[in-house]
């Protein structure tokens, strides 16, 4: 009995394990059906994904609504329109006069610009390698970060003259503390695992800055150097507004304010004009191009 038991039992076993088991098998052409066909672009989507394009429009809407607003206002002497504000400035472009005192403010706003750029590193190098360097940089420039420059214009006068000087030490004053003190947030924020991996390799002193502290900080560094070009930028504009001919350079800040006594105020909005394109033109053409052949190409933005 309990053999046949013992029998029965394993034949049913081998009848079980015997038992296919039924598989599903998906044929190609049912794969096909859930493949996700990617619908080309449209003209208008390829071009709204050009953000050159829509600065463009942006720019076209602006001068549309300024020149509707000149003309319904119909004041030359208040507001004068986009195309009277066009001719003034072609126009002084012709004479000359315009580029000869847009090229002035350039020269003066290179030199102050690269003026404070060196004392913010040297500031920011002092920092990063020394607790006194910190504590001085610190202390520096929660005095002196909120201080406006063109208040310090009585004492660059009484300092540097009427002269050049003048200018560019207001500039420095501009452009440093913005630099020194995104630099310096930039060094901070650098992950302690790419200091060990650059010291691993046995990166010191200005190998170890140039190689691992810069890329790493690069972000902030650049922003520090928009902010110091903008400060530096309008500071320029409004120490020539007040004694930029006297200095001899006669540059933007002094032709707004020249044809403002004028009465001429078609030529005060083509200065103004000016000043707004040369802006355009460093972020688009310099700060733009160099994010992207940095940090963008380096993967820190997206």
């Known amino acids: 009995m309990s053999d046949m038991l013992t029998h029965g039992g394993s034949g049913h076993r081998k009848q079980a394990a015997v038992v ?46 300024w020149e509707i607003y000149g003309r319904w206002l119909n004041n030359p002497l208040l507001f004068p329109t986009f195309s009277a504000t066009i001719e003034a400035f072609f126009r002084s472009i012709a004479s000359g006069e315009l580029p000869g005192k847009a090229w002035a403010s350039i020269h003066v706003l290179l030199i102050g610009y690269a003026c404070g750029i060196a004392l913010a590193a040297v500031l920011t190098a002092a920092a990063i390698t020394s607790r006194i360097g910190t504590d001085f940089l610190e202390t520096m420039t929660s005095m002196l970060n909120p201080l406006p420059a063109i208040a310090l214009l009585p004492i660059a006068l009484i300092w540097f003259g009427l002269g050049n000087g003048s200018l560019i030490f207001v500039l420095v004053h501009s452009v440093t503390w913005s630099v020194a003190l995104n630099t310096h947030s930039g060094f901070l924020s650098v992950s302690n695992t790419l200091k060990m991996v650059g010291r ?13 502290l810069v890329p790493a900080a690069f972000p902030s560094i650049l922003t520090g150097l928009k ?3 903008a400060f530096a930028w309008r500071t320029l504009i409004a120490a020539e507004l007040v004694f930029g001919v006297s200095a001899g350079s006669g540059g933007l800040g002094w032709f707004i304010y020249e044809n403002k006594n004028l009465l001429d105020i078609a030529n005060v909005f083509a200065g103004l004009f000016t000043v707004i394109l040369i802006g355009l033109a460093v972020e688009n ?3 733009r191009v160099l994010e992207r052949h940095t940090v963008q190409r380096w993967g820190m933005q997206s």
């Open 285 to 287: 053409l310099i700060f």
């Open 20 to 65: 296919p088991r039924s598989e599903v098998v998906r044929e190609p052409a049912e794969t096909r059906e859930f493949s996700v066909v990617e619908k080309p672009l449209s003209l208008f989507e390829r071009l709204y994904n050009q953000a050159w394009i829509r600065k463009v429009v942006i720019l076209v809407l602006l001068a549309g609504v």
């Open 227 to 229: 902010i110091g070009w």
């Open 200 to 212: 691993n390799y046995g990166l010191r002193g200005g190998r170890y800055v140039l190689q691992i």
